[in-house]
C-alpha cells in the first residue's frame, strides 16, 4: 500500500491545522496510507519508507523553519535514496506577498536535489499550497484537493514501480 508522510512544522498552529486537512485529502485516495509527524520526530527510515512526502513550514522571512531545514539537513545522508518518490510543499505565512512562494520553492529545491518527483498545479498555487494564517472554512477544500492530488499521483508512481 502506497504511503504519504506529512512532515511538518508550527509554531502558532496555523501550519499543523493546514497538516490536518491535507491528512484529510490523502486519506480520500482509497489504498492510500498515510502518516503525519512533526519535522523533529522524522527519521531516515520514515523518508525511505515513504512512497510521497510532502513538507510543511511556517514562513520565515521568504524561507522554510529551522527545523525543517534541519531535517532537510539530516536527509543528506539520504543522497540517492529518495530519488524518484512524489514530493510536495506547503507553507502558512502572515499575509499576501510575505515570502509563501519562496518558502514552497526553498523546499522543493531540497526534494528536487533528491530527485524526487513534483507536481505543479496550473489552475493555482502553482508551487505548493499556501495558506495566509489558519485555513478558513474556505480555505478546506483547497488544503483537502491538495492532499488528493498528491495521494493520487503517489498512487500512481508506486503502482509504475
Do not use: W
Not at 530519488?83 to 514552497?104: H, L, P, R
Amino acid at each position: 500500500m502506497p504511503k504519504v508522510l506529512i512532515a511538518y512544522d508550527s509554531q502558532s498552529g496555523n501550519t499543523e491545522k493546514t497538516a490536518a486537512l491535507v491528512v484529510e485529502g490523502v486519506k480520500q485516495v482509497k489504498g492510500v496510507k498515510c502518516v503525519l509527524k512533526r519535522v523533529n520526530d522524522v527519521s531516515s527510515d520514515d523518508l525511505i519508507k515513504a512512497d510521497g512526502i510532502i513538507i510543511g513550514s511556517p514562513t520565515y522571512y521568504g524561507t522554510m523553519s529551522a527545523k525543517t531545514k534541519a531535517l532537510f539537513d539530516r536527509s543528506v545522508d539520504l543522497h540517492g535514496k529518495l530519488q524518484g518518490k512524489v514530493g510536495a510543499a506547503f507553507t502558512t505565512s502572515g499575509g499576501t506577498a510575505t515570502g509563501a512562494e519562496t518558502t514552497i520553492l526553498s523546499m522543493l529545491q531540497g526534494l528536487l536535489i533528491h530527485g524526487m518527483v513534483v507536481q505543479g498545479n496550473s489552475d493555482n498555487q502553482h508551487y505548493g499550497l499556501a495558506m495566509v494564517g489558519a485555513p478558513k472554512e474556505k480555505d478546506k477544500a483547497t488544503c483537502t484537493e491538495f492532499g488528493a492530488r498528491i495521494a493520487k499521483l503517489t498512487a500512481r508512481v508506486a503502482s509504475a514501480e
